[in-house]
């Protein structure tokens, strides 16, 4: 009986075991604390390229770093320090802040001893998930597959001297004690110069542009209260990051205002709420948007693509990117916005994509971009 | 007094109270604690106690939310200390007294399965637990061990009413189980099953084989009634609790947690929730398992170690998931292992008679550096763990912020406050829409995402931030304005979002952020407000048996023996063979 | 204070069921100066005295003069004296704010954009040292001067303490002093002038080793005034690979921007709703 019960313990401890372990996972665990790794023995062996991929990918996710560049072929021709870099990113961009949260990969083609992978990456990032595709080839070496890592080129700038013409606006606050009707500097003004309500998927969004009339900056925020039939508010949503909060004077925002669970049919009526303020503002950096064309890409979304320039000598850590698309009478009839990954080194270029809903692809006539910019230490 | 006679006595009970004072008591001093993930969300609901002993509403986490939802009894005793020793001494003050009840448990409740020698070693060892040391000064799980520590002491008085049938038993088991359930809710559902169900089957199997005077129908019909007015109490000190969960189940996301991982596939998890609370007893375990298995009487114990130890491996094994169903996804799995390592210590006790007996002064240091070593990787773990924050952020600024120029009649949050979230909430009148604890909350922004605390968003990944971003969404909803930020990673969003940067402390390691449109906080409505009535009872009940017990402890003294004196030789299964 | 009221209230109607027995006040009082109420008959009485943030009470000897001090008639407003022995007696008496010692001057809008009719509106209010609003008639005189010129000038009286006027802001751009003044007093206010829509936008534009360089002539209004520094201009040109927009601010006088790209393009300027010229540029060599 006792080594019966020893035995059925034991037993059903390594049996157990052994079927968690080919159970697929739970919700997950915390991202970014513990970057352990398998215990010895307990990790797959690379004989396959889709596990060769997968175990690069999950010590990428866990920065093991020396076990995932292990995965990598020696035939790549990159050291461990770019390959960090690749996935770690530079210079303060949206990479250096993000954590690779899960992955999907599937062949694309693949032979005796050499494969083909598109690998969907999920990405967790302080401004929301974001999502990449990339296309690795995968080659056998002896019995184990590795994976051939693409040379990333990063972007070079050449030393040089760049004038600036400083031009910020500093905000000095009158004190408590100051004379009424001495306080008197007005708030910015700042007008919405559309504003179009449409349905999208079981919510609504409500969107157009606001512009600062006024020869001062301004920090903008736009509010929208949907009303229904009875005069009663149904909700109110901000613009949230679907706008330029600083605009410069003259300068037109895009914006856009999303109601999830409100159905358009509900609502009567939207009242808009332009909240603008005196802040300190500057006007550098200056980013052109170069190349902006409306094009299908590789996965046969509709996107708007283009390049960022910075004409600055200052680095843009974190652009954004919020464009209005209008139809052939001049109305927005979208606002989307993305964010670029790699950060924008003076004087150079990188490339954006924003996507446009398949159904609009056929109205729109015409588009316009706004850069907006997150700076280490100036915001 | 030759080494043999000194080896063979019992360890005496009180001795054994001054070891863990003086393991303990230092450390407590020190404050240790109080860089745990707990301690400052206990303190902030004392607070609350200190304030509003009978009003267990609290306006200051999730736009409000009811401390009903949490069973009170460590934490209005806190309330109650801190009144003479300030909040945070009255938490290590009580968190010394669980530490110090906690051998005399592990003693009595030993008791029931070895002799008393053996039990008094389990009672020593049970101040080294490496998974006691990562409770309280790593975790802060205060109320999970005060709660324990209660429980354990009445399981013999249940073994004695059963096998007995004595009525001070029945008060006492009663009473001290009722204050262990007023401490902590989930010890009390687990414990029933994991330690009460093995002591119940010992009970029976003592009847059965005739080494007690009662019957085998006696003890169940005795158990039925320890049972249902035990349940009954429970229903009754913790009405309002039950009430909140029946009125308000928690539906949200699971949230991910470290103690849910396969720990064959993550090292540091594996140190983490295994290595470190096993310690040394990890060498003990095969001979848990074949004492435990040679041993007809300690079978029920070790079944109950070998489930409690299958469900602190987390997700290792699928048992846990498959036997919990959704409750898998809320509860964490490091109490297991600590309860595992308290059912395995009258083995270990067996264990260490025996070697004592063997090798006399070899066994004594070798046992001595087991425990010591035990424990001071524990504490070692500390400073090491990667789960520890970077750097801790001065609170006071933030603080001062907050109860100055009107600013608390807005809402605020932190982000990369981790525990200290808690501590300025404790001090400051402003109320926050995050909070420390996950079951309480109701707002749709926190509980429709797989993610804790706002403040710790990031670790939570997508789902964490995009909770974050829809309480930013809704800042002039709940006149959210001032958002502090102990780490940059959040600046891009709230730059983006349309958050300024308005002031910075502590030489820029801490920044305010504010939005300028957002209108004073209002009082959320809530139909989780608990009636006044609820308030009476939660102030009374659970701080009532908790002072029943102590008396009784006083004016019903117990009997000087249990029924089964056993020092189990280790071949003992033809002994007791059938 | 409540109480006081009540009693005050009630012993108002006594005072009305009362009659023929004498209390004196002064017609009008200027606020903060003492003030002297005489009455009639013997005896004590209780002495109330009843006005705009203002009650007291007091034993007082009837057939005696009661003093009021100024600091107790700082509030302009109507008064109501009561006495009450037996029987109670009360008389009004009304505090006129005294001289005005300061001039609340507000001025809107802060900015206003050169030659806007009817842009610039400003009022001014007198108060005494008590803040009360001065009520009685008076002129003040507002005035708007440039830097080395006059503006505007104009006299008004003032009705039931207000003066105020409007006027169109000027042609150059600039700061514009507004005083307005009563008697010896005056309060004065700025008001920024600023450049209005740019007229007559015009660039230039040059094919660099990076692309091309384009730089707007100095952009001004239609008066001639510089237009603000910080004035979005958009710059766009089409090329063969799409369109490319550069949103510059002014920066002394100019916008300047750099469109990359060596292919031939078109290149536009505009600044809020004026559209400048347009340039075509060839591709590099």
């Known amino acids: ?379 | 007094m030759n080494t043999a006679e000194r080896y063979s006595r019992p360890i005496p009970l009180l001795a054994i109270v001054l070891v863990a004072l003086a393991v303990h008591g230092p450390l407590l001093l020190m404050q240790l604690p109080a860089g745990s993930f707990d301690t400052n969300f206990h303190i902030f609901f004392a607070s609350h106690y200190a304030h509003h002993w009978f009003n267990p509403w609290n306006e200051k986490w999730f736009a409000g939310f009811s401390q009903t939802t949490y069973p009170p009894l460590t934490h209005q005793w806190i309330a109650i200390f801190s009144n003479v020793v300030g909040l945070k001494m009255a938490y290590m003050l009580v968190q010394l007294i669980a530490m110090l009840l906690l051998p005399v448990g592990v003693y009595r409740f030993a008791k029931i399965w070895v002799g008393e020698r053996a039990a008094s070693y389990a009672a020593v060892g049970s101040v080294f637990l490496g998974a006691l040391a990562f409770l309280a000064y790593q975790a802060g799980q205060l109320a999970t061990i005060a709660s324990v520590a209660l429980y354990l002491n009445a399981l013999p008085y249940f073994y004695e009413w059963m096998t007995e049938a004595q009525g001070r038993s029945l008060v006492k088991g009663v009473a001290v189980g009722l204050a262990a359930a007023a401490a902590h809710h989930v010890t009390l559902i687990f414990g029933v099953v994991l330690f009460a169900g093995p002591v119940l089957w010992l009970a029976w199997l003592d009847a059965r084989e005739e080494r007690v005077a009662a019957s085998e129908r006696g003890v169940i019909a005795r158990a039925a009634i320890f049972g249902v007015i035990v349940a009954l109490g429970v229903g009754a000190v913790l009405l309002p609790y039950w009430i909140s969960i029946v009125q308000h189940p928690i539906h949200q996301m699971p949230i991910p947690h470290d103690s849910r991982a396969n720990f064959l596939l993550n090292s540091i998890t594996a140190i983490n929730y295994f290595v470190i609370p096993y310690g040394v007893l990890i060498l003990a375990l095969p001979f848990i398992l074949m004492r435990g298995c040679a041993n007809r009487r300690l079978r029920p114990l070790l079944l109950g170690f070998w489930v409690t130890f299958i469900f602190g491996l987390g997700g290792t094994t699928p048992l846990p998931r498959w036997l919990l169903g959704r409750a898998y996804e809320i509860l964490t799995f490091e109490r297991f292992t600590f309860w595992a390592t308290l059912m395995a210590m009258p083995i270990v006790g067996l264990l260490a008679m025996e070697l004592l007996d063997r090798f006399r002064d070899k066994a004594a240091v070798g046992l001595a550096l087991a425990a010591v070593s035990t424990l001071g990787l524990a504490l070692a773990w500390l400073t090491v763990n990667p789960y520890r924050p970077a750097r801790t952020p001065d609170v006071k600024p933030v603080i001062a912020f907050l109860n100055r120029d009107g600013h608390d009649s807005y809402r605020y949050i932190t982000l990369g406050f981790g525990s200290e979230l808690a501590k300025v909430s404790t001090y400051t009148d402003a109320g926050s829409v995050d909070g420390d604890y996950n079951s309480a909350r109701l707002l749709p922004e926190m509980t429709s995402y797989g993610s804790a605390q706002l403040t710790n968003s990031k670790f939570y990944g997508s789902a964490g931030m995009a909770s974050l971003r829809a309480m930013l969404e809704h800042a002039n909803r709940y006149g959210l304005k001032y958002v502090f930020v102990h780490d940059s990673y959040y600046e891009p969003l709230l730059t983006f979002a349309g958050w300024r940067k308005i002031e910075t402390f502590d030489n820029g390691e801490t920044t305010a952020w504010s939005k300028d449109d957002v209108p004073p906080a209002h009082k959320i409505e809530s139909d989780a407000v608990p009636p006044r009535w609820e308030g009476l009872l939660w102030g009374t009940l659970p701080i009532g048996v908790s002072i029943l017990a102590i008396f009784l402890e006083f004016l019903l003294p117990g009997k000087r023996r249990l029924p089964v004196l056993m020092e189990v030789p280790a071949c003992a299964e033809e002994h007791y063979a059938v | 204070m409540r109480r006081l009221l009540l009693l005050c209230a009630g012993a108002v109607l006594l005072a009305g069921a009362s009659a023929g027995q004498e209390l004196r006040v002064p017609p009008s009082v200027s606020a903060g100066e003492d003030a002297t109420i005489s009455t009639a008959g013997s005896g004590q009485a209780t002495f109330y005295v009843v006005g705009p943030g203002v009650a007291s009470k007091s034993s007082v000897n009837l057939g005696e003069e009661i003093q009021l001090h100024g600091q107790d008639l700082r509030n302009a407003g109507h008064y109501m004296a009561i006495v009450c022995s037996s029987t109670c007696q009360s008389a009004s008496f009304y505090v006129i704010a005294a001289k005005p010692t300061n001039l609340s001057f507000l001025v809107h809008p802060s900015r206003v954009p050169v030659g806007q009719e009817n842009a610039v509106s400003g009022v001014a209010l007198p108060f005494d040292t008590f803040h009360n609003l001065v009520l009685s008639p008076a002129e003040v005189n507002f005035t708007m001067n440039a830097a080395n010129a006059a503006l505007f000038s104009r006299s008004v009286h003032m009705q039931q303490g207000i003066g105020w006027f409007r006027t169109s802001s000027g042609k150059t751009a600039g700061t514009v002093r507004v005083v307005a003044s009563v008697a010896d007093l005056s309060a004065r206010r700025a008001v920024q002038q600023v450049a209005s829509d740019p007229c007559n936008l015009r660039m230039q534009g040059q094919r660099t080793a990076k692309g091309i360089t384009v730089q707007t002539e100095p952009v001004r209004d239609c008066s001639g005034n510089p237009v603000s520094d910080g004035t979005i201009v958009s710059f766009g040109a089409v090329t063969a690979n799409g369109r490319s927009t550069v949103d510059a601010p002014i920066k002394h006088g100019v916008a300047r921007a750099q469109i990359e790209g060596s292919g031939a393009a078109v290149v536009s300027v505009a600044s809020g709703v004026v559209i400048g010229n347009e340039l075509h540029i060839g591709a590099q060599q």
Request: net charge negative; no cysteine; aromatic share 8%.
């Open chain 1, 1 to 379: 009986m006792n080594r019966a019960l020893l035995i059925i313990l034991i037993a059903a401890t390594a049996l157990l075991m052994a079927v968690a372990f080919f159970m697929p996972a739970g919700p997950g665990a915390t991202v970014g604390v513990a970057s352990g790794s398998a215990l010895p023995g307990f990790s797959p062996k690379a004989n396959t390229p889709e596990q060769a991929m997968a175990n690069v990918l999950l010590d990428v996710k866990r920065r093991n770093w020396d076990r995932a560049f292990v995965g990598v072929s020696k035939t790549s021709g990159v050291d461990e320090r770019a390959f960090i870099e690749d996935w770690t990113g530079s210079s303060g961009s949206l990479r250096t802040f993000s954590n690779l949260e899960g992955f999907e990969s599937r062949p694309l083609h693949a032979t005796n001893d050499e494969a083909q992978m598109r690998v969907r990456l999920h990405w967790s990032t302080p401004v929301g998930p974001e999502e990449e595709a990339r296309d690795f080839r995968l080659m056998r070496e002896g019995d184990t597959w590795k994976v051939v890592w693409p040379h990333t080129e990063t972007a070079s700038v050449p030393a040089q001297v760049i004038p600036v013409d400083y031009l910020r606006w500093d905000l000095v606050s009158g004190g408590a004690e100051d004379e009424w009707g001495a306080r008197n500097v007005d708030a910015p003004h700042v007008r919405i110069l559309s504003m179009n309500a449409v349905q999208a998927g079981d919510g609504s969004v409500v969107m157009g542009e606001v512009v600062n009339e006024d020869t001062i900056p301004a920090f903008v925020n736009v509010n929208a209260t949907v009303v229904d039939g009875s005069g009663n508010a149904i909700d109110e949503e901000s613009s949230f990051d679907k706008i330029a909060h600083i605009l410069l004077p003259k300068q037109v925002s895009p914006y856009r205002v999303d109601f999830p669970q409100i159905s358009l049919q509900r609502v009567k009526n939207v009242r808009m709420d332009v909240k603008a303020t005196l802040v300190p503002a500057s006007a550098d950096p200056v980013i052109g948007v170069m190349d902006q064309r409306l094009e299908p890409d590789a996965q046969g979304k509709n996107v708007l693509r283009g390049n960022l320039f910075n004409e600055s000598g200052q680095t843009v850590n974190i652009p954004h990117v919020v464009a209005s698309f209008y139809d052939n009478n001049g109305k927005v009839v979208w606002v989307a916005d993305g964010y670029v990954e790699r950060a924008l080194l003076p004087q150079s270029s990188e490339p954006f994509a924003v996507e446009v809903p398949r159904a609009l692809v056929g109205k729109v006539q015409n588009f316009h971009v706004v850069v907006n910019q997150y700076s280490l230490g100036r915001s």
